[in-house]
C-alpha cells in the first residue's frame, strides 16, 4: 500500500510510504536502534532490543503507535512515528521518532513523512500534534526549521532533562 501525500511535489518519488504493520517490526527495530544510538539519549540510557519489539508488536496493530515507513525497494530508510493522547481533552498528537538516514538528509524525504503523519493524525480527528524535539542529534535543528517554516509550527516549551 503506498499512499501518496496529497499534493506535495517531490524529490524523492522512487521512495514509498505506508504505514507499518506487525510484520514490520523486525525491520523497525534495528533502525530504531541506529537513530538511538545517534541520539544524546545514548549517554545515560540502553536501547534494549526485546523490549523495543515487545512495545511495537502490541501498538503498531492496536493503533495506539502509528508508524510512516519510508522504503527504498525493500530498504528501510526513514520513519515517522506519533501516537494519540486523549486522556482529558480532544485527541492530541504526540510525535515520538522521526528519522531519515543522514544520505537523504536535505532531499524532502523527511517533510514527506511528517506531512503523511499529519495528514493521517487529522484524520483520526487530532486536534493539536505535539513535536518533543529532545534527540540532542545536530540534526535536530533542520527538523525543527522544517518543522517552523513548513507547517508552521510554533514553539511552545522546554524539554528539561535531570539524569538520576
Known sequence: MNIAARSLKT?????????????DVATVVPFLAMFF??????????F??????????????????VYVLALDGERLVGLCSYHL???FTDPVGVMDETYVLPELRRSDLGCR???LA????????CK???FPVASGMYEQRSL?????????????????????
Open 11 to 23: 524529490s524523492t518519488p522512487h521512495i514509498e510510504l505506508r504505514l507499518a504493520t506487525k510484520d
Open 37 to 46: 544510538a545517534r541520539s544524546r539519549w545514548a549517554e545515560n540510557l540502553a
Open 48 to 65: 534494549h532490543s526485546e523490549r523495543a519489539a515487545n512495545y511495537l508488536e502490541r501498538a503498531i496493530p492496536s493503533g495506539y503507535a
Open 85 to 87: 493522547y486523549n486522556v
Open 113 to 115: 513523512l511528517v506531512h
Open 118 to 125: 499529519l495528514h493521517l493524525a487529522k484524520g483520526e480527528g
Open 128 to 130: 493539536v500534534m505535539n
Open 144 to 164: 525543527i526549521n522544517m518543522l517552523v517554516k513548513r507547517f508552521g509550527c510554533e514553539p511552545m516549551g522546554l524539554l528539561l532533562r535531570k539524569v538520576l
